[in-house]
């Protein structure tokens, strides 16, 4: 009998090649695509894939332009050792493809898990910025996708939605946006039809139904197959001004009564972030608890996306010290899904990035991709105990390296940083993966972080101040 051949889809960036790749939860799936994206900048992808399976992955990669038709195949030179990764930096590793934007499936006989990071570093003239999100597997496609955080000239953020069919049959598309307060604002807007595997993009300024500005340029959106196709989908967000800054997050099919959020920022090195929550299906109510005890409530309409900037709570702490924690978003009624956004907010450095809020801690969280003195990047990776007691929590890498944290308290973090010549890796340039445990069984969740800094090996200070900035969430195995 032969071996049952798995499927993750992915798609690409325009101008240079740049790839946004789908993960599969072991059946086949489709991944959002995008043609003809605004998101400024000459961009360039690597495609990261993480076997989860105890047994070597033989993949292969299929490349399909906007239509639908297959370019070129990618076939590794071995096969992916068990729990082992692979990265691809496409436009020099794939044969066959001109400069401009592809979908890709990964074909891989086990389960692999997916990310993509984006980046025109590589530019000889600004934007210099990054980017980058996870893949979407066949169980996380649905009739309706979900945006918690859309902008069109929200101090100078602007944004698009990528959206994929990801079904067997032609699907209808209508897409419907609703202010904070829940009020409809635009739609349902008719976005016309999606062939089988093809993917649009739509921005934000491209739709003139929307309002901008500071004050109404923040919406959420549902898009919506009226044959309940399925769908998956990414948002891309941007800024040129005053620096540079993008991001990108997955679309939401679901929602959750329980979601977990390990890396919020208040004045942390300069850093802040902003819990995003848009109710899922209907209204939902509930309650947001700090890692320090605070709480606040939210109330939110169906559709609506209220955001939670965390340096504007002053029952939070605040610098370099205490300014980073986490927090349990807990739905009473309702649910929801959660995306949270990483900047510099004084503009002195574009740094910028947004991660999906996970809802489902395990002993085992995989990480894709772990970076460090890897062509100017290191990475971070911020690991939450959701559990009621303390735990020891290790990060055993693919390459054979570990790391440890002794007694992270219940409902604590530890952030593992490879940042120039650090313990775990010295100077030496890697790229691989990880798997992030518990030692009593505690569920964790863990969100990694990529950038670069100044003395990390490669590292290009004549870009700075520049967005390297990527943030993934890692996945619950």
Same mark, same amino acid.
């Given at each position: 009998?032969?071996?049952?051949?798995?499927?993750?889809?992915?798609?690409?960036?325009?101008?240079?090649?740049?790839?946004?790749?789908?993960?599969?939860?072991?059946?086949?799936?489709?991944?959002?695509?995008?043609?003809?994206?605004?998101?400024?900048?000459?961009?360039?992808?690597?495609?990261?894939?993480?076997?989860?399976?105890?047994?070597?992955?033989?993949?292969?990669?299929?490349?399909?332009?906007?239509?639908?038709?297959?370019?070129?195949?990618?076939?590794?030179?071995?096969?992916?050792?068990?729990?082992?990764?692979?990265?691809?930096?496409?436009?020099?590793?794939?044969?066959?493809?001109?400069?401009?934007?592809?979908?890709?499936?990964?074909?891989?006989?086990?389960?692999?898990?997916?990310?993509?990071?984006?980046?025109?570093?590589?530019?000889?003239?600004?934007?210099?910025?990054?980017?980058?999100?996870?893949?979407? /597997?066949? *169980?996380?496609?649905?009739?309706? @996708? $979900?945006? !918690?955080? &859309? +902008?069109?000239? %929200? #101090?100078? =953020?602007?944004?698009?939605?990528?959206?994929?069919?990801?079904?067997?049959?032609?699907?209808?598309?209508?897409?419907?946006?609703?202010?904070?307060?829940?009020?409809?604002?635009?739609?349902?807007?008719?976005?016309?039809?999606?062939?089988?595997?093809?993917?649009?993009?739509?921005?934000?300024?491209?739709?003139?139904?929307?309002?901008?500005?500071?004050?109404?340029?923040?919406?959420?959106?549902?898009?919506?197959?009226?044959?309940?196709?399925?769908?998956?989908?990414?948002?891309?967000?941007?800024?040129?001004?005053?620096?540079?800054?993008?991001?990108?997050?997955? /679309?939401? *099919?679901?929602?959750?009564?329980? @979601? $977990?959020? !390990?890396? &919020? +920022?208040?004045? %942390? #090195?300069? =850093?802040?972030?902003?819990?995003?929550?848009?109710?899922?299906?209907?209204?939902?109510?509930?309650?947001?608890?700090?890692?320090?005890?605070?709480?606040?409530?939210?109330?939110?309409?169906?559709?609506?996306?209220?955001?939670?900037?965390?340096?504007?709570?002053?029952?939070?702490?605040?610098?370099?010290?205490?300014?980073?924690?986490?927090?349990?978003?807990?739905?009473?009624?309702?649910?929801?899904?959660?995306?949270?956004?990483?900047?510099?907010?004084?503009?002195?450095?574009?740094?910028?990035?947004?991660?999906?809020?996970?809802?489902?801690?395990?002993?085992?969280?995989?990480?894709?991709?772990?970076?460090?003195? $890897?062509?100017?990047?290191?990475?971070?990776?911020?690991?939450?105990?959701?559990?009621?007691?303390?735990?020891?929590?290790?990060?055993?890498?693919?390459?054979?390296?570990?790391?440890?944290?002794?007694?992270?308290?219940?409902?604590?973090?530890?952030?593992?940083?490879?940042?120039?010549?650090?313990?775990?890796?010295?100077?030496?340039?890697?790229?691989?993966?990880?798997?992030?445990?518990?030692?009593?069984?505690?569920?964790?969740?863990?969100?990694?972080?990529?950038?670069?800094?100044?003395?990390?090996?490669?590292?290009?200070?004549?870009?700075?101040?520049?967005?390297?900035?990527?943030?993934?969430?890692?996945?619950?195995?």
């Amino acid at each position: 009998m032969s071996k049952m051949v798995r499927r993750v889809v992915s798609i690409a960036l325009a101008f240079a090649v740049a790839i946004s790749l789908g993960g599969f939860s072991g059946t086949a799936a489709k991944a959002q695509g995008q043609a003809g994206t605004s998101s400024p900048g000459v961009w360039q992808s690597s495609i990261n894939i993480q076997n989860t399976s105890t047994t070597a992955a033989t993949v292969s990669i299929d490349f399909y332009d906007a239509n639908g038709t297959r370019v070129t195949t990618y076939n590794p030179t071995g096969p992916i050792a068990a729990n082992g990764s692979l990265s691809i930096f496409v436009p020099s590793q794939v044969a066959g493809l001109a400069a401009g934007q592809f979908s890709a499936v990964v074909n891989s006989d086990q389960p692999v898990k997916a990310t993509v990071n984006t980046a025109s570093t590589n530019s000889t003239a600004a934007p210099w910025t990054a980017m980058g999100y996870e893949g979407m /597997g066949d *169980t996380e496609t649905g009739p309706s @996708l $979900y945006f !918690p955080g &859309l +902008y069109k000239g %929200y #101090y100078n =953020f602007n944004s698009e939605m990528v959206i994929q069919n990801a079904d067997s049959a032609a699907a209808t598309l209508t897409a419907t946006f609703f202010n904070p307060a829940g009020t409809r604002i635009a739609g349902p807007i008719a976005l016309g039809t999606l062939a089988p595997n093809a993917s649009k993009t739509f921005t934000t300024q491209g739709l003139t139904q929307l309002p901008s500005g500071n004050q109404t340029g923040k919406f959420g959106a549902v898009i919506t197959s009226s044959e309940s196709r399925k769908l998956v989908g990414v948002a891309n967000i941007w800024r040129t001004s005053p620096t540079n800054g993008s991001a990108s997050y997955n /679309g939401f *099919t679901g929602g959750s009564s329980v @979601l $977990y959020a !390990p890396a &919020l +920022y208040n004045n %942390y #090195y300069g =850093f802040a972030s902003a819990l995003t929550l848009q109710a899922i299906g209907g209204a939902a109510s509930g309650t947001i608890t700090y890692s320090n005890g605070r709480q606040t409530p939210f109330n939110l309409a169906a559709g609506a996306a209220q955001e939670f900037y965390q340096p504007a709570n002053a029952n939070l702490p605040s610098g370099n010290s205490a300014g980073v924690f986490s927090a349990k978003v807990t739905a009473t009624t309702g649910k929801v899904v959660g995306l949270v956004s990483l900047s510099v907010p004084s503009g002195a450095r574009g740094d910028f990035a947004s991660y999906n809020v996970p809802g489902t801690p395990a002993a085992q969280v995989g990480i894709v991709n772990v970076m460090s003195n $890897y062509f100017g990047y290191f990475s971070a990776v911020t690991v939450q105990n959701t559990g009621s007691t303390p735990t020891n929590i290790t990060i055993r890498f693919a390459n054979g390296k570990t790391d440890t944290a002794l007694n992270v308290p219940a409902n604590g973090t530890k952030n593992f940083v490879y940042v120039g010549n650090n313990a775990v890796f010295g100077t030496t340039s890697t790229s691989t993966s990880a798997v992030v445990s518990s030692s009593n069984g505690n569920p964790l969740v863990a969100v990694v972080q990529h950038n670069t800094a100044a003395g990390v090996t490669g590292n290009n200070a004549a870009k700075l101040p520049s967005d390297f900035l990527i943030a993934q969430t890692g996945s619950a195995r």
